[in-house]
């Protein structure tokens, strides 16, 4: 069981997981870096991509699995299409220079297409699109993991074979956060079945497998061996996204797929192919701005299923969230804080207070 949260203001918390990361080998600026995105990640509601990936970060630099010195070496490939060796670096630091690149690819062509390999944990994918939307970009991503145990089973199959292969699409709007749909292709992302053990709770059906193939709602399986697994997104739909992200980002970007990359232990890889679009240089230009805005106010508009809950467009949980986390403080569940407390010691440094 966690016991109780702790809760903490996001600028204390950026300090504290800058200084872990720091210790463990990031330059200031790159362990600065991480430690926005992964407090970003807290306050839009992703706990599991939030500080508490810090330990799993700790032990992968420990174990040669990431170079937190690491940086992009970017390629131009001709045309609209650039690649980018992440060389092992933190996701976060070599994704977003990855796409700080192809922003301006896009702008004076209208289009850019980014395969990105080689990189480790990039964390919250939907921190790229944003990136990208900040500089008035429509993006798409597809996201494979690599060098890690598969979590996700395939329609149909019995065991785990892919990643959670997440998927993000933004479009920008004006004045305003993005449309962002940023999602695992598995029906639930393990993180969240780490906080339903952890609670001593089942979870929902439809969810996961044990480790005999057999449906369960016990999310112990994902920690037991033989290994369970998480049910693909939307059956065979979900399970075909998952697939699409390994051979788009994996195969076509040339950092390979869950097949042929060898497991090493405390390896999170990632690869990304992305697609960056200028919208000013399509005919949807002149309208655009109502032509989004119509089309969201049109779905939202549909009477709530639980009138307690009204329509949501993707993007606006974690509008939500950020708007509510900033002022309350994140709360990180005890086993959590207690991790990153180790973590930090574990580097020669401390986790203050809590
Ligand atoms: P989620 O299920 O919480 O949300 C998925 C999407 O649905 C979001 O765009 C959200 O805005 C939208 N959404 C949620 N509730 C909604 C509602 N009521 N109405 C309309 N839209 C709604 O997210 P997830 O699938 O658990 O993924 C969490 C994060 O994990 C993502 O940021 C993803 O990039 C990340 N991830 C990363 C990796 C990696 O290897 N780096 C792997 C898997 C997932």
């Given amino acids: 069981m966690t016991g109780e949260a ?61 170079d937190p010195r690491a940086h992009a070496a970017i390629e131009d490939r001709g045309g609209a299409v650039l690649a980018a060796d992440g060389r092992r670096g933190f996701g976060q630091v070599v994704a977003r220079e990855a796409i700080a690149a192809a922003v301006p690819r896009a702008r004076a062509l209208g289009v850019a297409l980014l395969a990105l390999r080689n990189a480790s944990h990039v964390g919250r994918v939907g921190a790229y699109a944003e990136q990208a939307a900040a500089a008035g970009l429509a993006s798409v991503h597809f996201v494979n993991v690599v060098g890690h145990a598969p979590l996700a089973a395939p329609f149909g199959g019995r065991d785990a074979r892919l990643g959670t292969n997440p998927v993000c699409i933004a479009v920008p ?12 292709t598995s029906a639930v992302a393990l993180g969240k079945a780490r906080v339903a053990m952890n609670r001593g709770e089942r979870m929902a059906n439809g969810l996961l497998l044990d480790g005999a193939g057999q449906p369960t709602t016990d999310p112990g399986v994902m920690w037991r061996e033989p290994r369970g697994a998480l049910l693909p997104l939307g059956l065979h739909k979900g399970y075909g996204l998952a697939l699409a992200c390994e051979l788009l980002a994996g195969a076509l970007g040339g950092g ?26 399509l005919p949807g230009a002149g ?16 009477p709530p299923a639980d009138p307690a809950r009204p329509v949501l467009v993707a993007g606006e949980p974690e509008e939500m969230a950020r708007a509510t986390r900033r002022t309350t403080g994140i709360a990180i569940e005890r086993a959590t804080w207690e991790e990153l407390r180790a973590a930090a010691a574990s580097v020669g440094t401390e986790l ?3």
Avoid: W
């Fill in 6 to 66: 702790v809760i903490v203001d996001h600028g204390r918390l950026r300090a504290a997981a800058a200084r872990i990361l720091a210790a463990a080998g990031a330059a200031p600026a790159d362990a600065a870096a991480v430690a926005d995105h992964l407090v970003e990640a807290n306050l839009a509601g992703h706990d599991s991509h939030g500080v508490g990936m810090i330990p799993q970060y700790v032990r992968a630099i420990r174990s040669g699995a990431l």
């Fill in 173 to 184: 709007r004006a004045g305003r956060p993005p449309l962002l749909l940023d999602m695992a």
């Fill in 256 to 281: 390979g797929t869950i097949s042929t990359v060898p497991r090493e232990p405390d390896r999170i890889g990632n690869n990304m192919l992305s697609l960056l679009l200028d919208p000013a240089r």
């Fill in 287 to 302: 309208g655009l701005e109502a032509e989004v805005e119509a089309a969201l106010a049109h779905v939202k508009a549909s």
């Fill in 352 to 354: 203050a207070g809590g």
